[in-house]
């Protein structure tokens, strides 16, 4: 089964507007990423956040981590035609080596 | 060095038939991992290496998908006996060996099994 989980599955925007994703898991964990997913392309990674953190920015991202809650948001500012895309969280298990995903959000933002 | 390259991008093959998939990874990353994504789904975890050593392989990758990294270099996923059910996006994704790396994706290859 799936680590994270995102919601809403899809959310569709206009231009200019904010854009907000979430994503649970199940477990403890070590890091948190998000990942954008242009259609058929292969997966960029857009930014990390570690259990001991609980805000990032980069640019117009902004993420916030709640382990107590075990669950992550992805906040999109001023958002653009040119981020219409899938995003995804992905959580390492506590010790573990390797990424989990989620089922993911798919943006669309209409000019 | 620009990224992960996979290749081929696409691939179609009959039922019944083998097929090979190639990674090139970021010439300084140490590990490399294979997942496999269906339409409408996250990528999900197949196999991964820490330079030529195969570390771990999902339930998911049965007897007929094998993974090999010789070398430590690039990384290639061959099925054999290929059924309807393997069609999907094999990506290939390269890190460091360090808390918390990120990876690097490739494009992914597309199989179509007809």
């Known amino acids: 089964s799936q680590q994270g989980e995102e919601d809403p599955q899809a959310l569709s925007i206009q231009e200019g507007e904010n854009a907000t994703m979430n994503c649970s898991y199940k477990t403890s964990i070590n890091n948190l990423q998000w990942y954008r997913q242009n259609s058929g392309r292969g997966l960029v990674h857009l930014i990390l956040?570690?259990?001991?953190?609980r805000e990032k920015h980069s640019g117009r991202l902004r993420v916030t981590l709640d382990t107590s809650k075990k669950s992550s948001s992805l906040l999109i500012t001023a958002s653009r035609a040119a981020d219409t895309a899938s995003y995804f969280c992905a959580t390492d298990l506590y010790n573990f080596n390797k990424f989990y995903f989620g089922s993911g959000t798919k943006l669309n933002v209409k000019p | 060095d620009t990224g992960v390259s996979q290749n081929p991008r696409h691939k179609i093959t009959k039922r019944g038939q083998n097929v090979t998939f190639r990674c090139d990874p970021i010439?300084?990353?140490?590990?490399l991992y294979w997942y496999r994504q269906t339409l409408g789904q996250g990528p999900e975890f197949l196999t991964y290496?820490?330079?030529?050593?195969?570390?771990?392989k999902s339930r998911l990758l049965s007897d007929r998908f094998s993974a090999e990294r010789p070398k430590g270099s690039f990384s290639t996923l061959e099925i054999q006996r290929t059924e309807q059910g393997d069609s999907a996006m094999y990506l290939c994704?390269?890190?460091?060996?360090?808390?918390?790396?990120?990876?690097?994706f490739g494009s992914g290859t597309r199989l179509t099994v007809v």
């Open positions: 010439s300084e990353h140490n590990r």
């Open positions: 290496f820490q330079n030529e050593a195969q570390l771990e």
């Open positions: 956040i570690r259990s001991n953190e």
């Open positions: 994704a390269s890190s460091l060996i360090k808390g918390g790396a990120s990876y690097t």
